[in-house]
């Protein structure tokens, strides 16, 4: 039974930071892509960020330089460090996993599992 489980959603102003954790079980975590997605209300699904097991990451480029992905595969943790946080980043934030790969310009697979979500909401 694969169970991803995040945490360290919440509110924040305008500029502020937070930091996501997802923990993984039940799955092969050291050899999978991991990533997070966002949503908010009454939009699509956006990728954010991926990293592979390899440590390869992927950003989308309207986090670049303020988002950094980190994983930690001995304690099968996945991080979301977001810096300089804006209203529009406001969204539900859910980690992903998959059997899948991320280069520097792509990923695939990383998705097959995904957690229920924390809420990032700045304002």
């Known amino acids: 039974h694969v169970q991803l489980v995040e945490s360290g959603g919440g509110s924040v102003q305008a500029g502020g930071s937070l930091r996501l954790s997802c923990t993984a079980s039940?799955?092969?975590?050291?050899?999978?892509?991991m990533g997070w997605f966002r949503q908010a209300p009454g939009k699509e699904r956006e990728a954010v960020a991926h990293?592979?097991?390899?440590?390869?990451?992927k950003y989308a480029d309207f986090v670049k330089g303020r988002f950094t992905i980190s994983r930690d595969n001995a304690r099968n943790n996945l991080s979301l460090l977001m810096a300089a946080l804006q209203p529009e980043d406001t969204a539900l934030y859910y980690c992903?996993?998959?059997?899948?790969?991320?280069?520097?310009?792509?990923?695939?697979?990383?998705?097959?599992?995904r957690g229920q979500g924390t809420q990032v909401t700045v304002s």
């Open positions: 990293i592979d097991s390899d440590g390869t990451t």
């Open positions: 039940g799955y092969s975590y050291s050899s999978s892509c």
């Open positions: 992903a996993a998959g059997p899948g790969w991320v280069s520097g310009t792509a990923f695939f697979g990383c998705d097959d599992f």
